[in-house]
């Protein structure tokens, strides 16, 4: 079955702390990935896409994440967390063929940003 | 631009009840995604409708049954309601089957 594993359940950084969020999806193809942001009482919220093409991913807010088909990855970065990037980030993968409509996500890593 | 929406936001029903939950989708978008994210977990798929059809179903019994209507809004029915259908629903739209997905504030169910 496909699946999507995050390395992480809490992280706890300081700001100006860089971050990276570990993401490995189980092979099964093409396969498209995403990262979702869920801060406190708010909705789920894309941060960032990989369809095809250039394997570094540029999102909002300052994310980044590379795609490395070799290692079944997709880590999510940013240089430099702020208090406002507390919340829980969600990786999910949506794999080409049958079943391609939905979206496989993990566990999700809570980030807790100390002021 | 109006997001998607979700109606109620939450939900207390008693085991065997019935409960039907409701989506409004993004504008100009067709198609619209029910994930189920119990407590602690990441959101499962429950089913997917494009253009009224189902058009894809995750590992849920039928007595999880949905809808789509001409205007893309969608309804997802869970009938005889179970102790561990406590979760928080969330509904997704996307401009078709291969696009990103946004996802709505979702509805609490609580079943006692």
């Known amino acids: 079955a496909q699946s999507v ?19 490995n999806y189980s092979y099964g193809g093409t396969v498209n990935l995403f990262w979702y ?23 909002i807010k300052g994310f980044e994440a590379e795609f490395i088909k070799s290692k ?6 940013k240089p430099s967390v702020q208090w406002s990037d507390t919340a829980e980030y969600f990786c999910a993968a949506r794999y080409s063929g049958a079943g391609s409509y ?7 890593t809570k980030l807790s940003v100390i002021p | ?13 008693t085991r065997g009840q019935q409960v039907t939950l409701r989506c409004s989708s993004q504008s100009g978008h067709n198609t619209v995604s029910w994930y189920q994210q119990a407590l602690g977990q990441g959101p499962q ?5 494009y253009r009224e059809e189902e058009n894809g179903r995750g590992n849920f019994p039928p007595r999880f049954s949905g809808l789509q209507f001409p205007n893309y809004s969608s309804e997802l029915n869970v009938n005889a309601l179970e102790l561990d259908d406590s979760a928080l629903y969330l509904c997704a739209s996307s401009q078709g089957v291969d696009y990103e997905q946004y996802f709505g504030p979702g509805t609490r169910l609580t079943v006692t």
């Open chain 1, 5 to 23: 594993s995050q390395h992480n359940h809490h992280v706890i950084l300081s700001e100006a702390a860089s971050l990276e969020l570990g993401c």
């Open chain 2, 45 to 49: 798929f429950i089913f997917q409708y």
């Open chain 1, 102 to 108: 939905q979206l496989t996500f993990g566990k999700g």
């Open chain 1, 72 to 77: 079944f990855s997709f880590n999510l970065r």
């Open chain 2, 1 to 13: 631009e109006t997001g998607v929406t979700q109606s109620p936001t939450h939900l207390i029903k």
């Open chain 1, 37 to 59: 942001v869920q801060y406190p009482g708010q909705h789920l919220q894309l941060l960032l896409k990989y369809f095809s093409g250039d394997p570094l991913v540029k999102g």
